[in-house]
């Protein structure tokens, strides 16, 4: 062990929101062109505060942690809005080669093709966790188990 210390993690947050990463963006593009995907995308960038940056934040503190955002950096943003959508995703192709290509595309140059060709599931979906105790949980459902009762 090196008996180094990470103080401070850098997260992801905000690359599927505004790279078009989850299969909403799919489904809007199909049905509603580049137009549709670019009000899902500026949708889920507005909403990303109240859905993620709170718990994210709560479970990386709860290891003694401290997260950084920097997708979510004003520069990053105003950058990425200013790209026309389709230098942000094709997604005529295949999910994993479709979504996010500011992110795979340099990660392919950098020889992490592997990696860069992965899908990610989100950590609730991933480690199976949202299904232990209810079958049929969505991610935007307000969790019973937490609310305050009358």
Not at 5 to 31: K, M, N, P
Not at 88 to 106: F, H, N, Q, V, Y
Request: hydrophobic share 40%; charged share 25%.
């Amino acid at each position: 062990m090196c008996g180094i210390c990470c103080c401070v993690i850098l997260t992801g947050i905000g690359a599927d929101e505004q790279l078009a990463g989850y299969s909403s963006h799919c489904v809007r593009f199909q049905s509603l062109g580049l137009e549709g995907l670019n009000e899902e995308i500026a949708m889920e960038l507005g909403r990303i505060s109240p859905r993620n940056l709170g718990c994210d934040d709560r479970v990386i503190g709860d290891h003694g942690k401290e997260a950084r955002f920097p997708i979510l950096g004003e520069n990053v943003v105003s950058f990425l809005n200013s790209l026309p959508v389709w230098e942000k995703a094709d997604l005529s192709l295949p999910p994993g080669l479709s979504e996010k290509l500011l992110l795979r595309l340099p990660a392919v140059e950098l020889g992490l093709t592997t990696s860069a060709l992965l899908l990610k599931p989100a950590m609730q979906f991933g480690s199976r966790i949202a299904k232990l105790e209810k079958t049929d949980e969505k991610a935007s459902d307000k969790c019973g188990r937490l609310q305050i009762l009358p």
